[in-house]
C-alpha cells in the first residue's frame, strides 16, 4: 500500500513538472514562431519575385494569391526592397478611385501606411529611406523628388505594398494598368 | 530505475505536446488576445504594427499576413449571429442596421481561410457601399444567400462554416480612441436549406 501512494506521487510530481514544462515550452515557441517562419510575407514574395520588381498579390494575375486575405474588390502589388543599397523610389501614374500603401518591415510589421488623399494631386510618388539617407536627401533636394512622399523608416530590408480598390468588373483593366505601370527602383542620389 | 524514465518521459511528453498544441490552438481560433469585440465582429486593430501582442505576431508570421495599416482601413470578421449560432453556408442571413463613417466599405462572405468563398458565378460574393442601395435614414439592408433576393443581395454558396468580413477603407474609427462608441449591423438568419 505504501508503495502505491509513493508511486502515485511520483506520478503527480511527473504531471506537474510536465505542466509547468508545458507553460514553458508555450511562451518559447510563441516568441521563436517568428524567427524562424518560413511561411510569413517576406518569404513568399522572396519565392515569387527579386528584390525591386512588383508582384501581384492577388490571385486575377494568374496562378495562386502570393499573400492571403487580400480583399475580393482589391487589387495589390508589392515590391521587396533593401535600404542598404539606397534608398527606393515607387512611383505609380494614373488615377484610380482609391489606392492606398503600406510599407512592411522584413519580418511584416507595418511601419507606415497613407492613402490617395494624402499624395499631391492624387498620383503616386513616393520615396523610402533610412533617417541617415533623410538628412543626406535634405541638404540637397534633387528637382525630381519635390513632389514625393518621403517615407523614413529605421529599417534596412522592407516590403511597399500598393492597394487599389476595384469597384466592379469595369474598372480591372483599368486597376491592372495603373499596377503594370507602377515601378519601384532604386534611386541613385 | 524503469519508472524514473517513464516519470521523465510522462513530463517532457505533457511539457512538449502541451506547450506546443496551446500555441497551436492558441493561434488558430479567431477570437484571441488583443481582439475588440463589437457586436457580433471581431477586429484586430493592432495586429501587423510593432505594438502587436505576441500571439498577434506569431499570427502574422505564420499565415504571411500583411495586415491593413492605420490609413488604410480596418477589417472586421464575424463568426456568429445575433443569436450566437455559427453562421452556416447554406443559410440565409440579413445584414441590416449603421455603418460608421469611412469614405467606403466593403463586405464579402468568407470560407474558413478569410479568403473569398467560391460561387462558381461571374458574380462575386462581395459587396461594396458605393454600389448598395440605402433606406430613407441612410441604413443599409442585405441580403446574404444562395437566391437572388430584392434590395442588396450578397451571394454565397455551399455549405459549411462562414465568416463575414467587413472593411471600412480610409476611416477615423481604425485609429483606437474612436472605436469604442462605434455601432455596426446586426446579423439576423432567416432561414437555412437544409
Redo the contacts between chains.
Sequence with gaps: MRSFYA?MR??L???L??????????I????L??EF?E???W??LSMASDLYKMTR?DAEAGGA?V???V????YAT?CRFDLGEGMVRVKAPGHVP?W???V??R?????????D??ATGGVLDAVVLTPAQMIDVRKDLPEDLQGAIFVEAPIEEG?F?I?A?V???SWKPIVSRFFEQSSCELQDF | ML?TAF??L???????????G??WY??KIQDGVGAIRIGQWTAFPDI???A?D??S??R??????????????LSFVAERDAAGAELKRECTYTIEGDFPTA??W?L?AADQ????VETGK?R???L?S??VVRQPDNSVIISAGHHPMPGNWLLTDGFGRMYF?L?F??TPIASSTGLSDVSLPHIVKVGCNA
Design positions: 508511486a511520483g506520478l510530481h511527473a504531471v513538472l510536465g505542466l509547468l514544462g508545458a507553460g514553458i515550452v508555450h518559447a515557441v510563441l516568441l514562431v517568428p517562419s511561411r510569413d510575407a518569404s513568399r498579390l494569391p499573400v492571403k486575405s480583399d475580393p474588390l482589391f508589392a482609391f492606398s500603401v503600406s512592411y518591415d519580418s511584416g510589421h507595418n511601419i507606415y501606411s497613407f492613402n488623399h494624402t516590403i505594398v492597394r480598390f469597384p466592379d468588373s | 519508472k516519470l521523465t510522462l513530463s517532457l511528453a505533457i511539457a512538449i505536446v502541451g506547450g506546443g496551446s500555441v492558441a493561434l501587423g504594427t510593432p502587436a505576441p500571439y505576431k506569431a502574422v508570421a505564420r499565415e504571411g499576413v500583411l495586415a491593413l495599416g492605420r490609413a488604410e482601413g469614405r467606403f466593403t464579402y481561410s478569410l479568403g473569398v461571374p462575386l460574393a462581395a461594396q458605393y454600389g468580413v472593411t477603407y480610409d
